[in-house]
Structure formats: C-alpha cells, structure tokens
C-alpha cells in the first residue's frame, strides 16, 4: 500500500506487483509517525533529544510465515558494525544506530532457515532523526512463472482494481447511506473501518478467536460503534439545528480525536491478523489470486448484492430510500425517522468493519494499522462523489471505478503515485459532471 | 398620455391569443424548451413582452414560470431555444450578464443575503462600482462613488419603507420586508426589464398598495416590468397584458379585463377560488371542494364555447401531477 | 512536581512563536476563502507546499537569489489557486471540501514520489535554500530575552520576519474587506445566485479569492520552509489544514484578525496542554503512570481533535464572536 523503503542505488525499486514476490511486510506506521506528529512536534516543540535512533522492520518469508531468529546486524559508513540483534518469533527485530546518517543492513545468511531463499539481504539507508525508520528485506522467487504480457498484466490489474473497487464500494456503502439520509458529510467514517479492523484484530489476535469469528463479533461491534456515534453525538447535533458544514467539520474533529486515540491505544506499528496471512496464488486460467483475494471478492459481491436486496425489498429498506428523498415527507408519512437513521448508522459501521478487515487482508498483506482508515477516505469519497453523494448504487459503480483506476494506474505512474490516480479520476470527472455520476442537479430559485 | 394609457393603446390591437405580436417588443422568445427528465417544465413556442409595459405572468403551481425565468435570466440551461432582448440574442448568457445587460430578476425564495446589512445589500446591487476589481479597491478612491450609492439606497429605501432598517443585518428582516429588500435591491441596478417572481407574496395588504403603487411608477419611468403573481385581484389592477402559462406553455395572452370578462371560467376559478388550495388524492383525482369546484365547472363547460374550455382546465384543474386529463 | 512557570513561558513563547506564525498565515488564507467568500477549501496546506517548495526549488534547482524564490513560491501559490479554482469552483460545499483535500493530497504524493527526486528531493527532502536568509539575520547576540521568555537568535530572525508578512498580510485584507470587492465576497458566501442576479461574475471573485487566499497560504509555506531550513514532504499533511481552521474558528472567521489571534492561542493552548502532559507523564515519579511519554504527541492530537468538536458545537462563532454575526452556518 504505503512505498516501500528507498532501495541502495542500483536496485530496481519496488517491485511492480507484490502478488507473487514477496517481501518483509513494510510498516508504513514508522513512515507515518514521521509524518505529522513529529514534524508538527518539530515547529512547536524541540524535539526529545534521543541518544540513539531506532530502525526496525519484520521478516517474512516467500510464504508469509514469520522469520524467527535470524541475525540483523546494521553497519556504519566505515563498515563497522553498529548494533546487531535476532528477530523475536513474529519476525520483528529493532537495531538501534547512535545518529543521524546513513547505514547498512544486512541478514546474515547463515541464520536464516534452511531452504530460506533470500532476494535482498543488504539495504543501505539514511537514517534520519526525526523519525522512524524501516527497514525491507525480500525473500523469495522474483516474478518465478509469471506472465508479464502487457495483456494479462492489464487482465490482473483489472481484477486487483475490482477486489479493490469492491473493497472501497463496502466501506463507503455506509458514508453514501448517512450522507443520504442526514446530509452529513462524514469525514471521520475512515476512523470507523479502522476502528472496526483494529476491533477484529484484538479479537482475533488478543483473544485467539479464529478470524472470521472474529470479524461477526467485530461487525457487531462496529455496528454498535455506529449506533454510538449517532446517539451520542450526530442525532444530539441535530436536535440542536448544528448546520450542515458546521457538522463536517465536527466530524473532522472527531476524525483527528479517534485517529489518534487509535494510535495510543493500538501503537504506531502495522500488527498483522494470526490467520489468513499466506500469500500463495493459485491460477485460474488466466488470472492467480490468493485465497483470500478471492474470498475478499466473493464476500464483497455477496454483501452487495445483499445490501441491493435490503434496499429494494425490505421494509426498512425502502423507508431507508424515503428518508434519503425526502426527509420531510418520509416523516409526514408516518417512517420513524431517527429509528431510520440509526439503522443506517449500525448498517455502516458494521459494513465500515467488514470493508476494514477485508481491506486489510488484501491490500495490507493482513495487517492492520492505526491510520488504514484514514488513507482510505479520499479514495472512498472519490467513489462515492463519482456516483453522486447519496445514491448507493451509484456509490458502488463509483467505488469500482476508482478502485480499477488506482490499480490501473501503476502501469503509467510509479507505485508510489498509484492513489493520486483515484482522486485525479474523483477531479476529472465532477468537472465535467458537478453532480456526480448518478446524481441529480439542485434546483434554482 | 399618461404612461399606462399610452402602453394600453398601444396594446390595444393586439390580438388576445398565446404568442401574439406585440407592437414594440423589448423580449422575443422562440422555442425555448426545458425538460427535468421527462417532465417538460417550460415548452414555449413564442412570446413576445411589450416595452414599457406591465406583465402579469399568471398559471397554477409548477406552471413553469419559475423555471422560464431562471432560463431567460441565464440561470438554467434550456433544451433548447433562442430569445432577444432589444434585438440581441440573450440566450447562453451567464446570469451575471445578462443582469449587466439589464435583464434583472427576484427570486421567489427570497435571497436576502443574511449577514450583510439592509445598506449593504442595497449598495451592491449598484452597477459598474470601481471599488469591486480587486485593484480597483486598493488603487482607486471609490469613496465618491459609494456615497452617491448610498444615497440612492437611501431614496430607495424610504420608498420601500425600510429606511428605519438600514442598518440593520437582512437576516433579521421579516419574510414580507425580505422581499420588498431583495426589489428595492434589484431596482438599485437601474434595470431596463425587471422580472419578478412573485413579489406580493406575503407583503401586508396595506403595504402591497404603495408596492403596486411603486410597480406602476417603474414603468412611468420607462421601464418594463414582468411579474409572477397568483392574486388576480393585484393581476387586474396593474397589468397591461396577462400570459397564462400551464404545463410549461403559454395557453392565453390577453388583457386582463379580457381574462375575466371574455373567459367567465378562467374567472369563476382563478378570481373566485384562487385562494383555496386545491387537494387531490393520491391517484390526483380532485376531492373535497376542490372536487365539488370540478363538478361545478363540468357543468359550466357544457354551456360554454368550446375553445375556452382547455384553458379552464390547464389553469384550475389539471391534477399537478400532469396526469392525463385533458 | 509540575513546574507551572516554566509550563507558563513556554506557552507565552508559542503565543509569537514560529507555530503561531505559520498556522496565522494559513488560517489568514482560509479566512478569505471561508470567512470571506464561503468556499470550503481544506487544501490550504497545498498552497503552502507549493509555496514552501516553489521557493525551495527556485532557490537551489534554478539558482534563484533568495528573494526570486520567495517571490516564485508565492506564484506558485497563485498559480495553484486558479488551477485548482477552474474546475472546482462550480462544485458545491461539501464536494469541493473533498476535490480540495484530494488535491492537496496528490501534490504531497508527487512531491514524495522517488520519481521526483531530481526535482523535490523526494521522501530525503530538500535543503540548502536558506542560506541567504540565515545570513541576513541581523540579531548578533546568541540569545535573547524578553519578558523572561528567552529566543535563539535564528528563532527570533524567523519569528520577526514572519510576523511582518502576517502584519502586512492584515493590514492589505483590512484595506479589502471593508471595500466594495470585500462585500460582492460577502454576497457570494450569502448566495452566490443573488450575487449573480445584480451583476457580479461570481466565478471570476471565487478565482480572486482562492488566489489571495492561496498566497497567503503559500507565504505560510514559504515561512515555515525558512524557520526550519529544510523540506520534507509528509509534513504537508491533511491535518494541518484541520489545524489552521482549529485556529479561524477559534479566533473567529469572517474577521480580519480571528486567525491571527486564533493561531496564537491555539498554540498557547496547545503547548501548555502538550508541556503539562510530559511533565505529568514524565520524570521518574510521574503523576499519569499509565500514559507513556512518547504518546503524549498522540494524546495532544485528541485533545485538538475534541476541542474542535467542542468549538464547533459551542462556540462556532469563536471566542470573541456574536452569534449573530457568525458566518458559519450552524443554525
Ligand atoms: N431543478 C429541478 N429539478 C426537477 N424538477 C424541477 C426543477 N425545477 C423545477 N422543476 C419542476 O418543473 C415544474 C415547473 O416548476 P416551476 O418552479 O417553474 O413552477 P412555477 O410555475 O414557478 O410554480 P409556483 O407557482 O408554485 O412557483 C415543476 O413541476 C417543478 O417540480
Ligand atoms: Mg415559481
């Protein structure tokens, strides 16, 4: 998801696709904890002298099992070396360099299991004070049995962008439903997938409940997690005639708040789930997905198609369409409307977890991080604008289009660019439609 | 000649029947057509407006006159269609300049912009301000200018009788003293046709007297008014000539005495009950008194000339919906 | 134990800090494009990327003398501000709000890119455009102290710059919100439609508006690049947009000067909060136990996070606002 670390010179860079050849799984948290907090502590706050700066990483085999007990040594310039340690039994280690500068990291092949085939044992890096590093090595067969013909390389993109597309589309199917019913534009719903992952993640990690397990009790969590947020503050909001613009940007603040009540409470590091974190593709004619890419994508279809059914044939469902249109009217009618509401709150935190933890488990090589969610937001704005706020099937036809253009676009732009194809698509297309994809225009006078 | 005398004379041969000619047109639209989906808002094949003159624009709710205002003052896109101002094409004009050409409009729904003062909003509707460039503003002394808009606010304002309001935010404004505002603001332009969107609404009766009064001083200095109003009392009394739209067209044009003398049923409906709300079920077939009205014009279309009777329907009866009476 | 007078000076020093500096500029920005004109922009840290980058690319790619860069950072954020406005300004509220984050966000994603590395440095950053800057430093003396709050000297160099751009950026919005082109501002952030109908070419005043603004945003940018002497991309986040209205609100938008007194006290505010969190957290005896130190940065962030909710729910107006004059919508 995040770019991995800049390789020494030389190295080709990133892998282009991550389906077959693996690596260490980046932690982007120690990229993020470099972003804001840091460098905003920087212009207000000196920062905390340290003595020695700390780099880390995970070490993760072709298969995605763990690597433990293998030695990380990290070298100085001069090729001494500086610290050395071995990775603990989730793979992780921690080397500790006394400054600011650059450094070598290696992997001592001997320690390293036996039939262990090592990519890129030595990284050369420049450490930076102000920040986290992190450090990738790849183990594994490059590209072995691959087919890199421009057409199956597109066929394979195309099918990443719509498990990605369907991923986003589950996510947002709630920020459309409450923009729809309360005309909140819900810039902490990004807080609600990641709290619905991290949710799963305890119970699935903490706990030892097998995942899927884990993600029902977590989906039921998350949907009371939504219940709570419109009890406890948007439904008292509107009880108080809080505008429109000022309840957005209420839900930024409240965004940043759990943003970063998550990070206390969950850490900075990307923590992976116990199960499902095998990597091994399997072929289907011409397209390999992993298990669970696949699984992602028949879950995904499944709920949609569901989420289709709620909203046609159901009671609920069709007040749910009333109140979209026509929230006086619905009420004239007799539709419990802030029963409505609720329901919508509880439908979307439940799908927002279930959108977090198969956003994790595909895109995020199975892990969960504090600011997963937060990433997630444009590109679920994107989508659900693309389809013009408020409509849900256009939210899912949105979701699909950004998802394919995001995985599209790395045959163009450099990886590190590749959700900068997802909001240029968001720009392009409400220049040209202002009222998105599927919705209608506001009348004048 | 007094000035009405002189329109009426002039509008006096003109011939009572929808886009008629006029002798001295200042708007000619032709064709203009507007659809929201598959409901066709406005569809009007030709209408001319007289120089001078004081239009009553009149037709039932969803009518289409609204929407035919946003669309000759730029503020919505037709279909299609064409219309000259002067003799020069309007159409495809963005509102601001069709505004500049001195084509200005009200709305219906009052926009009285809240936060700035009763002054405020009076001193922007004057034009061609040198203050308003951005350099103008920091290079230019546009104090003498805004004096001299000030003052004509002020004239303005006694005339409306919100003078005691000047300084006061728009927002706190009552609903009645909103529109007389957002007219006193629109006339600040000096504009050569004003069109407004039913400005009477909600305005005291006491006060609607020196409004009328007011409405009928524009066009003694020249100017042209057209105007959207569903009183046919306030239609009767000021307007020169009458265009009744329904279902987005113009099904009748005329003077308005014509309106209630030559077409007793328009009058029976639109001077009678103009003020009882109409109901309809939820399949829009009429009940209550509105259901007791229809059987009552039934009747009366039995006896009456033939030619008459789609307008009657389009104007009182036609269930809002567009269903397919006809 | 808390020591409340060094928690106290530290505060007053945010009060004119270098923090203070770069959010009033920013929060001045929004103040034309919120407060002034009611276009929801929560890019304004792109404008100051752009600003902050613009001079430091001028400076050591092109060889710019460094007021040539200023003065290129500063178009960069004109620049930026009418291409951004072309398709967006048509947009409503709430979708602009978003177009806005996005592109901020993508310039922060190319500007990291190691594609770009010849050009922005990448996630290394850039350095080494600062040096005339550091050079005309006129305070000598390595230390100074006033009112027992005590500055560095290259501190105390960045801290008067920066407040005459913000005095100046105050006096030229005080000079044209009170004329005829401030009030066509006002108009359109009533109703633009009514704005239309007397005769203003709304479109064209967002455009202004969003420049001016930008400018300011990026002069804000420019600041921030020269106090801290070198770049790096991911501090130009979302959050520090989220930041900068923390501060216009606070202070009041639709106000000349509600942001800079806003920024001021937002981080006072903040520092007294972020230094009694560490004092309390740390120390080998500390009064919060449970808490780490390193999480008082997150913890600082929540506080900010909830006091935006408080503000926005309480007080919308801000501190030293009548509601009735308050210019975001929260009835
Ligand atoms: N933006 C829009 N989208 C969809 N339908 C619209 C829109 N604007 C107007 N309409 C429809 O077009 C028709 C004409 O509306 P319009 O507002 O012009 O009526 P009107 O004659 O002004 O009515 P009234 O006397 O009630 O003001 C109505 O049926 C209305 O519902
Ligand atoms: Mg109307």
Redesign the interface.
């Known amino acids: 998801m995040r770019p991995p670390g800049r390789g020494r010179p030389g190295d080709p860079g990133p892998p282009r696709r991550p389906v077959r050849l693996l690596l260490t799984i980046l932690i982007p948290a120690a990229a993020l904890l470099g972003l804001a907090a840091p460098a905003l502590a920087g212009a207000v706050v000196p920062a905390v002298t340290q003595e020695t700066i700390p780099v880390d990483g995970t070490l993760r085999n072709a298969d995605g099992t763990f690597l433990s007990g293998v030695t990380v040594e990290a070298l100085d310039s001069g090729g001494r070396q500086v610290d050395q340690t071995r990775t603990d039994a989730q793979g992780r280690w921690e080397l500790a360099v006394p400054a600011a500068g650059t450094y070598t990291f290696r992997i001592d092949p001997e320690s390293l299991p036996p039939g262990t085939e090592l990519l890129q044992g030595e990284v050369t890096r420049d450490i930076a004070e102000d920040r986290l590093s992190v450090v990738i090595f790849r183990f594994g067969e490059e590209g072995e049995g691959l087919d890199t013909s421009t057409a199956s390389q597109v066929l394979r993109l195309l099918v990443d962008g719509i498990r990605f597309g369907l991923v986003i589309a589950i996510t947002a199917v709630g920020l459309s439903l409450i923009f729809g019913t309360t005309g909140l534009t819900n810039f902490s719903h990004g807080e609600i997938v990641t709290i619905g992952a991290v949710l799963a993640w305890t119970v699935n990690v903490t706990l030892g409940v097998q995942l899927i397990w884990a993600t029902l009790i977590a989906i039921v969590l998350g949907a009371g997690f939504g219940a709570l947020n419109e009890l406890g503050l948007w439904r008292p909001l509107r009880r108080r005639r809080v505008g429109l613009i000022a309840q957005l940007v209420v839900s930024i603040g409240l965004g940043i708040a759990l943003r970063y009540a998550v990070l206390i409470f969950f850490g900075g590091r990307s923590e992976p789930f116990v199960d499902y974190t095998s990597q091994i593709a399997r072929s289907y004619g011409p397209i390999a997905l992993t298990d669970k890419d696949l699984t992602t994508i028949i879950v995904s279809i499944a709920v949609m198609i569901g989420i289709a059914l709620l909203l046609q044939r159901t009671r609920i469902g069709k007040a749910m369409r009333a109140v979209a249109d026509n929230r006086d009217l619905a009420a004239s009618s007799g539709i419990d409307v802030d029963r409505v509401v609720l329901f919508v709150w509880m439908l979307g935190g439940g799908l927002a977890t279930l959108g977090g933890v198969l956003f994790a488990l595909s895109e995020l090589s199975s892990t969960v991080y504090w600011e997963m969610g937060f990433r997630l937001l444009l590109l679920m704005f994107a989508g659900v604008i693309l389809g013009g706020l408020g409509t849900a099937y256009g939210a899912l036809l949105g979701c699909l289009i950004v998802g394919v253009v995001v995985q599209l676009s790395t045959l163009v732009l450099p990886v590190d660019l590749k959700y900068m194809g997802g909001l240029a698509v968001l720009i392009v297309i409400l220049v040209f439609r202002p009222q998105g994809l599927l919705g209608s225009r506001a009348r004048i006078g | 000649m007094p000035a009405d005398e002189a329109v009426r004379a002039a509008l006096a041969g003109v011939a009572p029947e929808p886009g008629a000619a006029k002798p001295d047109p200042i708007l000619v639209v032709d064709d203009v057509t507007r659809a929201f989906g598959g409901l066709k808002a406005v569809d009007v094949a030709h209408l001319e407006i007289q120089r001078g003159a004081i239009t009553g624009l009149i037709g039932p709710n969803g009518a289409g006159k609204t929407t035919l205002f946003n669309l000759l003052t730029g503020f919505d896109r037709p279909g299609s269609g064409r219309w000259r101002f002067d003799g020069r094409p309007l159409h495809g004009l963005a509102p601001h300049r069709v505004a500049r050409r001195g084509v200005v409009r009200t709305f219906q729904l009052t926009k009285a912009l809240a936060k700035l003062s009763v002054l405020d909003n009076m001193r922007l509707g004057a034009p061609k301000q040198t203050g308003e460039s951005f350099f103008g503003a920091l290079l230019t002394p546009w104090g003498r200018q805004e004096k001299a808009n000030t003052e004509k606010a002020h004239e303005l304002l006694v005339r409306f009788q919100l003078d005691a309001k000047a300084d006061d935010l728009a927002g706190s404004l009552s609903g009645g003293q909103r529109k007389l505002l957002e007219m006193a603001r629109a006339l600040m332009m000096d504009p050569t046709v004003i069109m407004l969107d039913e400005p009477m609404a909600g305005v005291n009766p006491a006060l609607t007297e020196s409004l009328l009064r007011h409405v009928k001083s524009l066009r003694d200095d020249g100017m042209t008014v057209v105007f959207v109003e569903h009183d046919m009392d306030v239609i009767r009394d000021i307007s020169d000539w009458v265009v009744v739209m329904a279902q987005g067209t113009v099904i009748a044009e005329g003077p308005p005495e014509a309106l209630s003398s030559n077409k007793d049923v328009v009058d029976a409906y639109l001077g009678a009950h103009h003020d009882r709300a109409l109901e309809f079920d939820a399949e829009g077939n009429p009940i209550g008194e509105t259901a007791e009205l229809v059987t009552e014009m039934e009747s009366v279309e039995l006896g009456v000339d033939p030619s008459q009777t789609p307008t009657a329907q389009s104007v009182g009866l036609d269930r809002p919906d567009r269903g397919e009476r006809t | 134990m808390i020591d409340f007078s060094v928690l106290l000076t ?1 505060s007053l020093a ?1 009060l004119v ?3 203070a500096v ?1 959010y009033a500029l920013l929060a001045l920005g929004l103040n034309v494009h919120f407060g002034y004109t009611g276009l ?1 922009n929560f890019g304004q840290i792109g404008f100051a990327l752009v600003g902050g980058y613009g001079m430091g690319i001028a400076v050591t790619r092109f060889g710019f003398p460094l007021w040539g860069g200023v003065l290129f950072g500063m178009a960069c954020g004109a620049a930026l501000g009418v291409l951004l406005g072309i ?2 300004l ?6 602009l ?3 806005t ?3 901020a ?2 310039l922060r ?2 500007t ?4 770009q590395t010849d050009l922005t440095g ?3 950053g850039l350095t080494g455009y600062a040096d005339a800057f550091t050079a005309a430093n006129p305070f000598d003396r390595p230390e100074y102290s006033y009112l027992g709050v005590g500055f560095v000297r290259t501190e105390l160099w960045a801290i008067c710059a920066g407040w005459t751009a913000v005095a100046l950026c105050v006096l ?1 919005l005080w ?2 919100v009170r ?6 501002l ?2 359109i ?3 633009e ?10 479109f064209a005043y967002k455009i ?1 508006s969003l420049v ?1 603004g930008g400018v300011m945003g990026a002069l804000g940018g420019i600041f ?1 690049a020269l ?2 002497q070198s770049l ?1 991309p ?2 130009w ?1 979302p ?2 947009t ?1 930041f900068a ?2 501060a216009l ?1 606070l202070g009041g938008a ?1 106000r000349v000067l509600g942001p800079v007194i806003g920024a001021m006290l937002f ?1 006072a505010f ?2 007294f909060a ?2 009694l969190l560490r004092q309390a957290t740390g120390g080998t005896d500390p009064l919060i136990g449970f808490i780490d ?1 390193q ?1 008082v ?3 600082r ?9 408080l ?3 309480y007080r ?1 107006q801000g501190i030293f606002g009548n509601r ?2 308050m ?5």
């Open positions: 530290n945010q800090g270098t923090s770069f929801l398709p967006t048509r947009l409503r509220a709430d979708y709000a978003i177009v984050i996005a592109a966000e993508i994603l190319v990291r890119s190691t594609s990448g996630t290394q030229l000079l044209i004329s005829p082109w401030g009030r066509v006002k108009a952030r009533e109703d439609d009514a704005a239309r109908a007397l005769g203003k070419n709304v202004q001016l921030y106090s801290v790096t991911d501090f986040s959050p520090q989220f209205y923390c609100i639709g981080w903040l520092s972020d230094g130190t999480d940065g997150a913890i962030f929540v506080l900010v996070g909830i006091f935006l909710v503000l926005m729910v919308p009735r004059e210019t975001l919508d929260a009835r």
